[in-house]
């Protein structure tokens, strides 16, 4: 009797494995992957996350607003569901807004454009309509290839740099505030249904 070995592919990089090059958890289930994810694509995303650099996609540190780029060029094929884009590569993209917002930072000189305070360091908050999972989600869904299963083909550096310019203009898309003025600006907007939403964003975006 052929002792078959159980192939699985990873949802990063698409190869197709032995059980072996995945981590398994055996409170789960030891036979199988824990993630379908390989070892070589789970490492460079916790090294990429514990350096605050997506997939290590090295940008260059703009002065004031200037855009953004990947510095590798080399393209890098990803092919994955819309969920799976979002849960692997999804927090790690905010990596950038600090580097694109600097500018405008720097210009509001540590003062909150809520309360009207100085203080050490200003968060950048997005506008309402204009959050980050919407933006990301408005630019992969142009590249998906099943729309039953939701599954995207894209070049990663090519569609980084899309959601970076996507974030344009700066005064239209965050507000900088204070880290209170912050959590209380989010937590307005959750209670809000979505015609106030919109109103205030059209507000904020013609500066009233």
């Known amino acids: 009797m052929i002792n078959e070995t159980k192939m699985f592919t990873c949802k990063i990089c698409g190869e197709t494995k032995p059980l072996e090059g995945f981590y398994t958890n055996s409170k789960v289930d030891k036979n199988k ?9 789970y490492q460079a995303i916790r090294k990429a996350r514990e350096s605050g650099n997506p997939l290590n996609i090295k940008p260059t540190i703009p002065r004031g607003d200037k855009r953004i780029k990947s510095v590798n060029r080399e393209p890098a094929k990803l092919t994955c569901s819309i969920s799976d884009f979002h849960e692997f590569l999804g927090d790690n993209i905010k990596n ?16 909150c454009q809520k309360c009207g305070r100085e203080v050490t360091q200003l ?5 309402h309509g204009r959050e980050r999972p919407q933006v990301i989600e408005d630019i992969i869904k142009k590249y998906t290839i099943d729309d039953k ?4 083909q894209v070049d990663l550096h090519k569609v980084i740099d899309e959601i970076i310019e996507a ?4 005064k239209n898309n965050f507000r900088f505030l204070c880290k209170e003025c912050h ?11 979505c015609c106030e939403k919109k109103n205030l964003s059209l507000k904020m975006e013609n500066g009233i």
């Open 33 to 41: 992957p824990y993630q379908l994810v390989c070892r070589i694509c």
């Open 96 to 111: 950038y807004i600090p580097y694109l917002t600097v500018g405008e930072r720097r210009k509001l000189n540590h003062i």
């Open 123 to 127: 968060d950048s908050a997005h506008v």
């Open 149 to 152: 299963k939701q599954i995207i």
């Open 167 to 170: 974030n344009r203009p700066i």
């Open 183 to 193: 959590r209380k600006y989010d937590n307005y907007l959750f209670h809000l249904d």
